[in-house]
């Protein structure tokens, strides 16, 4: 069966779907609605709707960041970080039936061609529920825990026990 799928801009009313998204597919990571609203209004060049037979079924949230830090789990930024050096993905999300698509694929490399043209240098998440490999295949590369500051460790600790930082290189 052919299904129609695209990934379009997030808008502010589409929040309350990325919630609900969000609420199935983290529910050991929740996050507060004005996480997501804030990451929309800080980057909306970041921020991306899955829709699959016209329906929401993933989403996508992104930023400028800084190499070695952590946005802190369900934390208002406040601002962007000036000076930033990577790009990093704050959340990918698919429900069930978006998995096994393409979709995931396709967004990861939209996100990678807009941060290499925004010259950033690196991109950067932290790889929860089982989804290291995923990401791996995708060219990013774990972060050993004994090279990191400690205060990274900690926020990394506030994700999951298997919680890595992911980094891939764009140069």
């Known amino acids: ?35 997501f609203a804030e990451r929309l209004a800080l980057y909306p060049d970041g921020a991306r709707l899955f829709e699959l037979d016209g329906v929401a079924a993933g989403y996508v949230l992104s930023h400028p960041w800084r190499h070695g830090t952590l946005p802190a789990l369900n934390g208002l930024l406040g601002a962007l970080l000036e000076h930033a050096d990577t790009f990093y993905i704050h959340d990918l999300a698919l429900l069930n039936k978006a998995r096994g698509t393409g979709a995931a694929a396709m967004i990861v490399g939209e996100i990678q061609r807009h941060a290499r043209a925004a010259g950033f240098a690196s991109m950067s998440l932290v790889a929860v529920n089982g989804s290291l490999g ?34 891939k290189a764009l140069v």
């Open 134 to 167: 995923f990401w791996h295949k995708h060219g990013f590369r774990a972060q050993r825990p004994s090279t990191l500051a400690p205060e990274l460790v900690d926020k990394l600790a506030g994700y999951e026990v298997a919680a890595r930082l992911m980094v």
């Open 1 to 35: 069966m052919t299904h129609l799928m695209h990934w379009r801009p997030l808008t502010a009313p589409d929040l309350p779907v990325v919630e609900a998204i969000a609420a199935i597919v983290h529910p050991d990571f929740p996050e507060d609605a004005a996480v």
